[in-house]
């Protein structure tokens, strides 16, 4: 008994009615949060990508610029470039001759370019003419004659371009310069052929070392360095830049670092090779630099706040969960009274007291209910009354209906027996049309046939077009029908021709029935389809008014009458027969019109 008691079911309700809502909202809450926590870092960290990759597609082109502004003097004489144009191979000098003197001209031009970026680590221009290398580092100038090849360039086509973080060296000089020992300092190298314009002839090799502080503060903006992994990959998978400097200038073979190559920049998640979390990408295309950006961010780093706030909303889930044994003793104590008047109340409708009354003193929802339960009686009572007298008219117009199908046999046997009489006075003309009559009367009266054989429907039509004869003549009026055997026992709806010839009289000939042919042929195509076609000798009809009937049939046949007539004959025949019927319309002025009738039979 206790078990069933609404008092016990009610606190357990509103104890789970605690517990369930919290349990989702806890749940959900974490989802949503962890989801809305990836897209804003989503969105975040493609802006800081995007960002970063113009700074380093700006950076690059600085160099890029500041190389470019060698070819500054190439018509002027003495100048940097003149110089390298001139320089020759001292072995290929006459005898007695000296080459001339560049270093001046040369050392110059390095240092302007060493002072345009505070970066600069050194220089070196290889002059390949001269097969001489100069080389300056930390202000110091050193020139020596050696046979320097210059560094293979990615994907093998000559071009300038940036060579990853290496440990530095001198190009294999052979002078030494006082406290700079080589091998202690990372940079990266811009290597630029210098031509021989406008020929792809390399005249010089330059490069350029670079420290990496600049290069380390734009990708330090990109990510944090305490949780989250940044790389700066070339096309082969060598980075130029990794927040873990073990990799830095180091070929990178993780599976994520294999990126879909049909995009400029996206992300997506990764849970292999020691990570899980989301990957983040961009491309970068610069002068000196082709490669991508690649951030990795962790899942820990990323759902750290979505944890906290589960561990928040699981501590108020508990607080309500005690709130709510409180308040479920509470409220099944006030259900009780209002739960047995309404139990009461419902005894006496369900014995059949359909007009029982309850006071509904309440304003709360027992109040509502109370009304509502008392209304409903009320309209079920009426709606028994209702259907008491529907039935009574129902009965009436079944009443009314049976006399409606005795006044047609009626008429049918009146005109049977006056057909009759006519053939006892000697009048087989008159017998003929009162019989063709009938048949039409009986065929289109009969509602319980909505299909027939075809060879029906031409009957009825011959019937039709008999009467039609009689009144304008056997001279001027004449019906041809043509017909496949196998055609005959096809059934179809009942009235789909007769509308079609009846227009013939109404459209075809206005201005009255003289010399009229109307052809009806039946036949079966190699497609299993039944051709019905109805053709007249009439006036026809313009194009304009033709396209105007055409279009009629294909917009639900809202027209005038004889389009109307045409679209029930062919929205019929695609309920009952086809879909796929089609009716077509064939006319020229003074040429007749011809109405043809495709109907699939297999479908």
């Known amino acids: 008994m206790f078990r069933n008691s609404i008092r016990t079911r009610l606190m357990a309700l ?22 809305s926590v990836t897209e804003q870092s989503v969105k975040q960290n493609t802006k800081l990508l995007t960002l970063g990759e113009a700074n380093l597609s700006s950076y690059f082109s600085g160099m890029n610029q500041r190389a470019l502004s060698l070819y500054s003097g190439i018509n002027v004489p003495s100048s940097f470039y003149t110089s390298l144009l001139t320089a020759k191979d001292p072995g290929d000098l006459p005898a007695g001759t000296a080459a001339p003197d560049t270093r001046a001209i040369i050392s110059t031009q390095m240092y302007n370019l060493f002072l345009s970026d505070q970066n600069t680590f050194q220089i070196h221009l290889y002059v390949r003419a001269a097969k001489q290398s100069n080389l300056l580092l930390g202000g110091l100038f050193r020139r020596e004659s050696d046979k320097y090849v210059p560094p293979a360039v990615p994907g093998g086509t000559y071009r300038p371009f940036i060579e990853v973080t290496h440990m530095d060296h001198q190009y294999g000089m052979k002078s030494r310069f006082p406290n700079l020992k080589s091998g202690t300092v990372p940079v990266f190298s811009a290597h630029f052929p210098l031509y021989r314009t406008p020929s792809a002839d390399v005249l010089a090799d330059l490069s350029i070392d ?30 130029l830049f990794a927040s873990d400097p073990d990799w830095i200038g180091k070929q990178v073979s993780a599976g994520w670092s294999r990126l879909p190559g049909s995009r400029e920049s996206g992300h997506f998640t990764w849970d292999k090779d020691g990570f899980e979390g989301i990957v983040l990408y961009r491309h970068i295309d610069a002068p000196l630099f082709k490669g991508n950006i690649i951030k990795l961010v962790p899942y820990e780093d990323l759902y750290a706040d979505a944890k906290v706030i589960t561990r928040f909303n699981t501590g108020i889930g508990v ?65 028994i009354v209702k259907e008491y007298k529907l039935e009574l008219a129902n009965k009436t117009n079944q009443l009314k209906a049976l006399q409606a199908q005795v006044n047609p046999h009626f008429l049918y046997n009146a005109l049977q027996s006056i057909a009759s009489l006519s053939l006892r006075y000697n009048a087989p003309k ?59 026992d096809i059934v179809v709806p009942k009235m789909i021709l007769q509308p079609i010839v009846e227009n013939i ?60 007539g045409l679209y029930n004959v062919l929205a019929r025949l695609r309920l ?28």
Request: aromatic share 6%.
């Open 576 to 603: 009952q027969l086809s879909g796929e019927t089609q009716l077509l319309l064939q006319s020229s002025e003074g040429q007749g019109v011809t109405v043809t009738l495709v109907i699939p039979l297999g479908s």
């Open 319 to 383: 607080l309500f969960l005690i709130l709510g044994g409180i308040v479920a003793v509470v409220i099944s104590i006030g259900f009780t009274r209002p739960i047995k008047k309404l139990i009461s109340f419902t005894q006496k409708v369900q014995i059949g007291q359909l007009d029982a009354h309850m006071d509904a003193d309440r304003e709360d929802e027992f109040g509502l209910l109370t009304r509502k339960i008392t209304g409903m009686t009320r309209t079920i009572n009426d709606l």
């Open 210 to 239: 670079y420290r990496l502080s600049e290069l380390e503060g734009i990708a330090k903006s990109m990510y944090n360095s305490d949780t989250e992994r940044l790389y700066v990959l070339n096309e082969q998978g060598q980075a």
């Open 14 to 35: 509103v104890l789970l009615a605690s517990v369930i809502p919290s349990g989702i909202s806890v749940t959900f809450s974490y989802l949503y949060t962890k989801q």
């Open 430 to 488: 008159v017998y003929d049309l009162i019989y063709s009559l009938g048949s039409m009367m009986r065929y289109s009266m009969n509602t319980e046939r909505t299909q027939v054989p075809l060879r029906d429907e031409l009957e009825h039509v011959q019937n039709y077009v008999i009467l039609q004869t009689e009144r304008f003549g056997e001279d001027n009026l004449q019906l041809d029908i043509d017909t496949d055997e196998a055609a005959l």
């Open 505 to 564: 009289f109404k459209h075809g000939f206005e201005d009255g029935v003289r010399g009229a042919l109307i052809t009806i042929s039946c036949t079966l195509d190699e497609q299993d389809r039944l051709i019905l076609a109805v053709k007249d000798n009439g006036k026809g009809m313009p194009r304009g008014r033709l396209e105007e009937i055409t279009a009629s049939l294909e917009h639900s046949g809202k027209g005038e009458y004889e389009e109307i």
